[in-house]
């Protein structure tokens, strides 16, 4: 699909001068760069978050456990 963006003329130097180390057009390099974009806005599901599951195996309820700790805060 084609489409028209407005760039700054600053923008639009450092892609020619990508353009010209990369040997890549500027549409391909633009292409790149939504693609990253769009790759780093994407929320991680659940499984991926690196705590998810943390409680999974053990015997202990996990409100239990930060109940008890929190009552260390009183005493």
């Given amino acids: 699909m084609r489409t028209i ?3 700054t003329d600053a923008q639009v130097s450092a892609l020619d001068r990508l353009r010209a180390e990369t040997q ?3 549409a391909e390099l633009i292409r790149e760069a939504v693609d990253a974009y769009l ?3 994407q929320a991680p599901s659940l499984a991926e978050l690196p705590g998810f599951g943390a409680w999974r195996h053990k015997r ?3 409100v239990a ?3 008890a ?3 260390e ?3």
């Fill in 65 to 67: 456990y930060q109940r």
């Fill in 5 to 7: 963006i407005d760039l």
């Fill in 24 to 26: 890549s057009s500027r």
């Fill in 39 to 41: 790759v780093a806005q």
């Fill in 69 to 71: 700790l929190r009552e």
């Fill in 60 to 62: 202990r309820d996990g």
């Fill in 73 to 75: 805060w009183t005493r």
